[in-house]
């Protein structure tokens, strides 16, 4: 394999965990808030199909998009609603619409499934896309990976850099005492969750309109459990987050590459792939084989590997408030 | 012009049933589809003809052994969604039996279903060590292991146990007469698993009511800390309580294979372990609507399938029925809590 080879396959890579990438950051916004969305599986599956339709029947890509973060915010607010009105199990109700929207999706999609479609065009950014190796990777993809990128940056540097962000952060870690503040917690929990809400319909459209362009049943099955795991492996940070989508997507590509040069290994070995790691993954961040690891380390290594292993979720997530 | 609120309170709980028909409704008319001929194939489908029951009622047989099982593992506050995986794994494991084990015919068939469940006890457990020894969530790691046993499933079907004249990938050959279970009237029905699953529902509700085992796991449910100063120890409890679901879950899978088909199939559950999660849902967890929204929803979804057949609709509209219904049920059913938010948010509009 020589280095062009390389390169077009990590290019493609990041194409592929763009998707992942912006649900991943919409979910880390919603928990961040102290409002678990679990509901992304059918969320992305439904959005998938709405971006679809409304591109293809309109002609309009931006539309599609749009039609996409609509159902995806509708997701969302009926989860806080649910919990932050009525006081609703949030992961119940999670779940209910993850079904539901899968339900719907397969209903709906029904005259849409294989038809072609328009899909997100190649957007070669000039003077950056020349750089060596980076250039082809980064800067020769579409309006969809540069979203990604910019939404990474974005949210880390809203979260953890502003004044917002350290309210968004304290009404997911400490409501009480951000409501005695005078943070209106209610009122950002339902903003965030469901502008998370919106960009996980963004990511849906990501897959029908550019990564996995169209539909038929069961498009993006599974692909919303794997973000929301990921998002618990990113220790709730956007930067950590991506790097695990990213990461995702490299072993299923090597999976894939594997799976070209050793025919004989059962198809199925490799498709099993993701969720081994999603297991593998979750013990290893859960803390319990974080901690003696931790401490074996040579001690220069030990802060960073924290950093990379260790992440505990917000402390009030999906917690109920009591403010009144 | 508005309802007295007595009035209001007794015709709450109907609402959201018919909210959600209405829903379908729409749906159906946007399909350019007429309502009334489909909910009345829908019925047709479910009760139609004695056959048809049957059927309802032999697809509720791994539903409501399922559901008991999560009322047991919900009552000890676990999320068991990895419930559809134990009933695969149930399936894979009685069919291994079927398929390799040839015995006297008294021993045969209880064999089978002791594998069944052991094959599901052993998947929950493993989700449950997953959760006490590696902190890895129940959700999460249910999700995983469900679809490591459909892969496994499919793996199985074209691989080892493919049939002689080459793979379908669509299931393995059909078992020997000897090792199904008898069936009631040329049905899928049979009467022997029926008894299973209401023993098995009854076994699950004498236990959550009048046992010192029901207690602990509800000690458990409601609060981790004070059930281990209590003396429960946790872990061990919440490994049981996965195991004994799996067990349930897993003889579902087993009932799959040995009378609903013939065979280990590509979707041998097709999504019973999730549905079961409805049904368990909509009951809100209480014992004595539990079998009876277990056959509702095994109504509704035979007749979804019929209607499929006879008009081309995907049978999902079954499923966004009883989505929605459950949705509704989840936000709106209790009629005081409602009240009191919509109250509490107009006290605070005015001061």
Same mark, same amino acid.
């Given at each position: ?11 493609? !890579? ?6 992942? !990438? !912006?649900?991943?950051?919409? +979910? %880390? ?137 350290? +309210?968004?952060?304290?009404?997911? +870690? ?42 038929? +049943? ?12 990921? =998002? ?18 490299? %072993? ?15 198809? =199925? ?56 | ?13 109907? /609402? ?40 309802? #009622? ?11 099982? /999560? ?50 006890? /052993? ?21 995983? /292991? ?12 074209? *691989? ?20 199904? #279970? ?87 559950? *097709? *999504?019973?372990?999730? #549905? ?7 009951? *809100? ?23 499929? #057949? ?42």
């Amino acid at each position: 394999m020589d280095s062009t080879q390389l390169i077009a396959i990590f290019g493609s !890579i990041l194409l592929q965990s763009a998707p992942l !990438i !912006i649900a991943v950051c919409g +979910e %880390t916004i919603s928990e961040r808030a102290g409002v678990i969305n679990l509901s992304l599986d059918g969320s992305l599956l439904l959005s998938a199909l709405a971006g679809f339709a409304a591109a293809l029947l309109t002609g309009s890509l931006l539309l599609g998009f749009l039609a996409a973060a609509a159902v995806g915010a509708v997701f969302a607010l009926i989860v806080a609603f649910g919990s932050l009105h009525l006081r609703q199990n949030q992961v119940a109700i999670g779940f209910v619409l993850a079904m539901l929207g899968d339900s719907l999706s397969a209903f709906l999609g029904q005259n849409y499934t294989r038809l072609p479609g328009p899909s997100v065009p190649a957007w070669h950014i000039p003077l950056l896309k020349d750089i060596p190796v980076l250039g082809p990777i980064l800067f020769r993809q579409d309006a969809v990976v540069y979203f990604a990128l910019l939404l990474v940056g974005a949210t880390w540097w809203f979260l953890f850099r502003t004044r917002a962000g350290l +309210e968004l952060r304290s009404a997911g +870690e400490r409501p009480e005492a951000a409501f005695t503040r005078g943070v209106a917690v209610r009122k950002l929990r339902y903003i965030y969750a469901v502008l998370g809400g919106a960009l996980v319909g963004i990511a849906g459209a990501a897959y029908s309109l550019d990564v996995k362009i169209g539909w038929a +049943e069961g498009h993006t099955r599974g692909m919303g459990w794997i973000a929301l795991a990921i =998002v618990i492996f990113g220790g709730w940070s956007p930067l950590r987050g991506a790097l695990g989508a990213v990461l995702f997507g490299a %072993t299923k590509a090597l999976a894939t590459v594997l799976q070209r040069s050793f025919p004989q290994v059962a198809l =199925v070995a490799f498709n099993a792939v993701p969720w081994l790691l999603m297991i593998l993954v979750l013990v290893l961040v859960s803390g319990r084989l974080a901690a003696p690891l931790l401490a074996r380390a040579p001690a220069a290594l030990r802060r960073p590997l924290r950093g990379l292993l260790q992440a505990a979720p917000p402390a009030a997530l999906g917690q109920p408030l009591d403010d009144n | 012009m508005s309802l007295s609120k007595t009035r209001l309170e007794r015709v709450w709980p109907l /609402l959201p049933g018919l909210a959600a028909l209405l829903v379908t409704t729409l749906l159906l008319l946007a399909m350019g589809t007429s309502p009334v001929d489909a909910y009345s194939a829908m019925w047709q489908g479910a009760f139609g003809t004695s056959a048809r029951v049957y059927s309802v #009622l032999a697809f509720l047989v791994p539903l409501l052994l399922a559901a008991s099982g /999560l009322l047991l593992t919900f009552k000890a506050g676990l999320w068991n969604i990895g419930i559809e995986g134990q009933i695969i794994m149930g399936a894979v494991a009685a069919s291994w039996v079927a398929l390799r084990v040839q015995l006297p015919s008294g021993l045969q068939i209880p064999l089978e279903l002791l594998a069944a469940m052991a094959g599901g006890a /052993l998947w929950a457990a493993l989700a449950g060590v997953l959760k006490t020894r590696g902190g890895v969530h129940e959700i999460f790691g249910g999700l995983a /292991l469900n679809n490591l046993a459909i892969l496994f499933t499919n793996y199985l079907i074209a *691989g080892p146990w493919q049939p002689p004249e080459g793979g379908s990938f669509r299931g393995t050959q059909p078992f020997g007469a000897h090792a199904l #279970l008898p069936l009631f009237e040329n049905s899928r029905l049979s009467l022997l698993s029926l008894a299973l699953a209401i023993v098995a529902f009854a076994g699950v509700a004498l236990v959550l009511t009048n046992s010192h085992w029901g207690l602990r796991l509800k000690a458990l449910g409601q609060n981790a800390r004070s059930a281990f100063l209590l003396g429960v120890s946790s872990n061990r409890e919440m490994l049981l309580a996965m195991a004994v679901c799996g067990a349930l879950a897993g003889l579902g899978g087993g009932v799959r294979v040995l009378s609903w088909f013939d065979s280990l199939r590509q979707s041998i559950s *097709g *999504g019973i372990g999730y #549905l079961a999660l409805m049904v368990v849902l909509l009951a *809100g967890f209480r014992l004595v609507l539990t079998p009876l929204v277990a056959f509702f929803f095994s109504a509704v979804l035979n007749g979804s399938i019929t209607l499929q #057949l006879r008009t081309q609709l995907h049978s999902a509209l079954g499923d966004i029925l009883t989505g929605v219904l459950v949705l509704l049920v989840l936000l709106f059913g209790n009629y005081e809590r409602v009240r009191r938010a919509f109250r509490r948010r107009r006290s605070q509009a005015d001061g």
